[in-house]
Protein backbone atom coordinates (compact mmCIF):
# COMPACT_ATOMS: atom_id res chain seq x y z
CA UNK A 1 0.00 0.00 0.00
CA UNK A 2 1.34 3.39 -1.01
CA UNK A 3 0.56 6.87 0.58
CA UNK A 4 -2.46 8.30 -1.67
CA UNK A 5 -3.87 4.80 -2.25
CA UNK A 6 -7.17 4.88 -3.01
CA UNK A 7 -7.36 8.55 -4.24
CA UNK A 8 -8.52 9.89 -7.39
CA UNK A 9 -6.77 12.51 -8.63
CA UNK A 10 -8.20 14.96 -11.85
CA UNK A 11 -5.70 16.32 -13.53
CA UNK A 12 -5.93 19.63 -15.78
CA UNK A 13 -2.60 20.73 -16.62
CA UNK A 14 -0.37 21.80 -18.54
CA UNK A 15 3.84 22.20 -18.72
CA UNK A 16 3.64 24.02 -15.09
CA UNK A 17 1.49 21.58 -13.35
CA UNK A 18 1.73 18.27 -15.06
CA UNK A 19 4.65 17.19 -12.37
CA UNK A 20 2.33 17.58 -9.16
CA UNK A 21 -0.31 14.99 -11.07
CA UNK A 22 3.16 12.77 -11.57
CA UNK A 23 4.12 12.26 -7.96
CA UNK A 24 0.94 11.89 -6.53
CA UNK A 25 0.86 9.11 -9.18
CA UNK A 26 4.15 8.04 -8.04
CA UNK A 27 2.41 7.55 -4.81
CA UNK A 28 -0.46 5.10 -5.42
CA UNK A 29 -3.64 7.72 -6.40
CA UNK A 30 -4.70 7.15 -9.67
CA UNK A 31 -4.29 9.91 -11.56
CA UNK A 32 -6.87 10.96 -14.62
CA UNK A 33 -4.71 13.49 -17.48
CA UNK A 34 -7.57 15.43 -19.35
CA UNK A 35 -5.93 16.36 -22.05
CA UNK A 36 -7.53 18.42 -25.36
CA UNK A 37 -9.11 16.42 -28.38
CA UNK A 38 -5.21 16.70 -30.07
CA UNK A 39 -3.07 15.88 -27.16
CA UNK A 40 -1.50 17.70 -25.10
CA UNK A 41 1.07 20.55 -26.28
CA UNK A 42 3.90 19.04 -24.67
CA UNK A 43 3.63 15.45 -26.48
CA UNK A 44 5.52 17.74 -29.02
CA UNK A 45 8.68 18.56 -26.94
CA UNK A 46 11.39 16.93 -27.45
CA UNK A 47 13.85 14.92 -27.32
CA UNK A 48 11.79 12.19 -28.63
CA UNK A 49 12.45 8.73 -28.58
CA UNK A 50 15.17 7.18 -31.34
CA UNK A 51 15.42 10.91 -32.30
CA UNK A 52 11.59 10.68 -34.29
CA UNK A 53 9.54 13.55 -34.26
CA UNK A 54 6.22 11.66 -32.90
CA UNK A 55 3.23 13.10 -30.25
CA UNK A 56 3.63 9.53 -28.85
CA UNK A 57 7.48 9.48 -28.28
CA UNK A 58 8.51 12.80 -26.46
CA UNK A 59 10.53 11.99 -23.65
CA UNK A 60 10.12 14.86 -21.94
CA UNK A 61 6.44 14.18 -22.14
CA UNK A 62 6.53 10.73 -20.77
CA UNK A 63 9.40 11.88 -18.13
CA UNK A 64 5.98 14.16 -16.35
CA UNK A 65 3.23 11.63 -16.98
CA UNK A 66 3.96 8.36 -16.17
CA UNK A 67 1.54 6.76 -13.35
CA UNK A 68 -1.13 9.02 -15.02
CA UNK A 69 -4.44 7.53 -17.07
CA UNK A 70 -5.34 10.23 -19.93
CA UNK A 71 -8.87 11.20 -21.44
CA UNK A 72 -9.45 13.78 -24.19
CA UNK A 73 -11.97 15.78 -23.39
CA UNK A 74 -12.92 19.14 -25.95
CA UNK A 75 -13.55 21.56 -23.50
CA UNK A 76 -14.99 23.83 -25.90
CA UNK A 77 -18.22 22.03 -26.06
CA UNK A 78 -20.94 21.51 -23.35
CA UNK A 79 -20.42 17.37 -23.60
CA UNK A 80 -17.26 17.91 -23.07
CA UNK A 81 -17.34 20.14 -20.02
CA UNK A 82 -20.13 17.54 -18.33
CA UNK A 83 -17.94 14.57 -19.19
CA UNK A 84 -14.94 16.12 -16.77
CA UNK A 85 -17.83 17.94 -14.19
CA UNK A 86 -18.99 13.81 -13.70
CA UNK A 87 -15.44 13.31 -13.35
CA UNK A 88 -14.62 15.38 -11.01
CA UNK A 89 -17.81 14.63 -8.75
CA UNK A 90 -15.77 11.46 -8.05
CA UNK A 91 -12.47 12.74 -7.51
CA UNK A 92 -10.86 13.71 -4.12
CA UNK A 93 -8.24 15.82 -5.97
CA UNK A 94 -8.65 18.33 -8.68
CA UNK A 95 -5.36 19.81 -10.49
CA UNK A 96 -4.97 22.71 -12.55
CA UNK A 97 -2.67 25.54 -14.17
CA UNK A 98 -5.01 27.21 -16.63
CA UNK A 99 -4.99 31.63 -16.62
CA UNK A 100 -7.12 32.94 -13.75
CA UNK A 101 -11.08 32.89 -14.59
CA UNK A 102 -10.69 30.29 -17.69
CA UNK A 103 -12.39 27.53 -15.33
CA UNK A 104 -14.97 30.42 -14.04
CA UNK A 105 -15.86 30.54 -17.76
CA UNK A 106 -16.87 26.77 -18.24
CA UNK A 107 -18.40 26.69 -15.05
CA UNK A 108 -15.45 24.54 -13.29
CA UNK A 109 -14.42 27.25 -10.50
CA UNK A 110 -13.89 26.01 -7.04
CA UNK A 111 -17.06 28.22 -5.97
CA UNK A 112 -18.93 25.75 -8.31
CA UNK A 113 -17.47 22.35 -7.47
CA UNK A 114 -16.87 22.91 -3.41
CA UNK A 115 -20.77 22.58 -3.81
CA UNK A 116 -20.83 19.12 -5.48
CA UNK A 117 -18.66 17.37 -2.89
CA UNK A 118 -15.61 18.09 -0.61
CA UNK A 119 -12.85 18.61 -3.23
CA UNK A 120 -9.36 19.10 -2.52
CA UNK A 121 -7.94 21.73 -5.59
CA UNK A 122 -4.76 22.85 -6.54
CA UNK A 123 -4.29 25.87 -8.46
CA UNK A 124 -0.98 26.60 -10.08
CA UNK A 125 -0.59 30.04 -11.63
CA UNK A 126 2.41 31.96 -12.71
CA UNK A 127 0.82 35.27 -10.81
CA UNK A 128 -1.58 34.03 -8.37
CA UNK A 129 -5.44 34.39 -9.02
CA UNK A 130 -5.20 38.00 -9.64
CA UNK A 131 -1.52 38.86 -11.27
CA UNK A 132 -1.25 39.82 -14.69
Known amino acids: MTALNGLLVVELCGE ?3 YMGKLMGDMGARVVKIE ?3 GSPERNI ?3 KDDKPDPNS ?3 FWAR ?3 KESLTVDLESP ?4 IVKKLLKKADVFLEDRKPGFLESLGLGYEVLKKAKELVMTSLTAFGQDGP
Open 36 to 38: PLQ
Open 79 to 82: KGIA
Open 16 to 18: RGQ
Open 58 to 60: SLY
Open 65 to 67: NTS
Open 46 to 48: GPF
